[in-house]
């Protein structure tokens, strides 16, 4: 496995927010996380903290919302809101009445107890705050990393309650007053309204109400792809923990990660068949095929696959049983053919340095288009086209980089 190379963190870089430049970013020891809940968001997050050295050195939060049952469909409500509906309905109907009546068998709201996260603290703009001030003679600033929908306010809050104590980095776009936060780590893609072919996608009527609705600002950072926490060190980790399942494989291994459809990047039945025959079509070339698949995965999808491939001894599905192989494939893959409705997948397959195949790519419409658009003229992914010979594609991408370069935004 080719070993990732890190970027040098600069000297100085042009047009960074003031309190780096203030020598606030040397003071900095300790770190707050403040996730959702959603892997994908809070990777982001850990990546962060992680590639500015304090591994050991941040708390863990989480904003959390109620689950199961009616629930469901009040995510589009902010979480207080959620959250307040929730405890009415408790208070109304009592717990077992609730349960039986909203909740159905079988499933529970969440809670720390039954999701095990009972070591992960409830996120509280105020007390985060408060221990910034009452630290901050001692331990210095504090930084606080958030990301996804639900932390925003959370993040926000502790900016306004903390301002000279702490320094705030959101990850992900906000959708409004960026100015809020020290720093806003969003991908390139999110600012896609804003270009002249997507102007003419959007009715004139709807535009006010499509953001962003203006460039990003000095505080704003653009990457390419998706933060995450795939460094060297977590691939070393990893090649060790799946050594003895993945290292007897017979090479070269394919490894195949199946997302689930979006409203933007939309599949189902007809791409599995179609990525099926293509699978066949390539297995002549690889010693191994691994498949996986994700909680957002259709069972239409994996049902046709799993049909299609679980008697082929060259062929192993992950059915969701058991240990997550999925830092181990990174790890071990020697090449990926992943759905292009993933865009942390992608990140994430793409730091590695090796082949990336995306399936689906033409399917995706608006941002998602754009950034596949982005990998493909980055040289980074290929379409897959079940033409390929496995055995020797290895060889043919040499660039490696960890989370794709992270580049500002400049307005022409």
Request: aromatic residues 10%; proline residues 7%.
């Amino acid at each position: 496995m080719r070993p990732i190379r890190l970027p040098e963190p600069p000297v100085r870089l042009a047009g960074v927010p003031d309190i780096f430049e203030a020598g606030f970013y040397g003071a900095i020891r300790r770190a707050v996380v403040i996730g959702n809940g959603f892997a994908g968001a809070e990777n982001q997050c850990v990546g962060l903290v992680r590639a500015l050295g304090f591994s050991g050195r941040y708390s863990f939060y989480r904003v959390t919302r109620p689950r199961g049952g009616f629930n469901k469909w009040l995510h589009w409500l902010p979480v207080s809101i959620h959250k307040k509906f929730d405890h009415y309905i408790r208070q109304i109907c009592g717990d077992s009445l609730y349960k039986s009546t909203f909740v159905g068998s079988g499933v529970t709201p969440f809670s720390a107890e039954a999701t095990g996260l009972s070591d992960i603290l409830e996120a509280d703009a105020k007390q985060i705050a408060n221990m910034a001030c009452e630290t901050f003679e001692k331990d210095g600033p504090l930084l606080v990393v958030a990301s996804g929908r639900d932390t925003v306010t959370v993040a926000s809050s502790i900016k306004q309650l903390a301002r000279d104590n702490v320094f705030v980095v959101q990850i992900q776009h906000p959708r409004s007053q960026l100015d809020r936060f020290d720093l806003v780590i969003t991908p390139r893609h999110d600012y896609y309204p804003l270009t002249p072919h997507a102007q003419k996608q959007i009715p004139w009527f709807l535009r006010r109400w499509i953001t962003p609705r203006e460039p990003p600002g000095r505080n704003v950072i653009l990457t390419v792809g998706a933060l995450h926490r795939i460094d060297f060190a977590a691939l070393r980790n990893a090649a060790s923990a799946w050594h003895d399942e993945l290292a007897p494989l017979l090479k070269p291994l394919l490894v195949v990660n199946i997302g689930g459809p979006a409203s933007n990047c939309p599949y189902g039945a007809d791409l599995a068949k179609q990525l099926a025959s293509m699978l066949h079509s390539v297995l002549w070339s690889c010693g191994s095929l691994r498949i996986s698949f994700s909680r957002r995965t259709p069972e239409r999808v994996s049902k046709i696959l799993m049909q299609e491939f679980s008697s082929n001894p060259k062929v192993y599905i992950w059915d969701g049983k058991g240990p997550n192989p999925h830092l181990g494939h990174l790890a071990w893959a020697d090449a990926f053919v992943i759905t292009a409705d993933s865009v942390s997948m992608l990140s994430e397959a793409c730091s590695t340095g090796k082949p990336v195949y995306v399936v689906g790519a033409e399917r995706c419409t608006w941002k998602f288009a754009d950034f596949q658009k982005s990998l493909q003229e980055r040289g980074v992914v290929r379409p897959f086209t079940g033409k390929e010979d496995i055995l020797s594609s290895r060889s043919t991408i040499v660039d490696s980089f960890y989370t794709f370069s992270i580049t500002r935004y400049r307005a022409t």
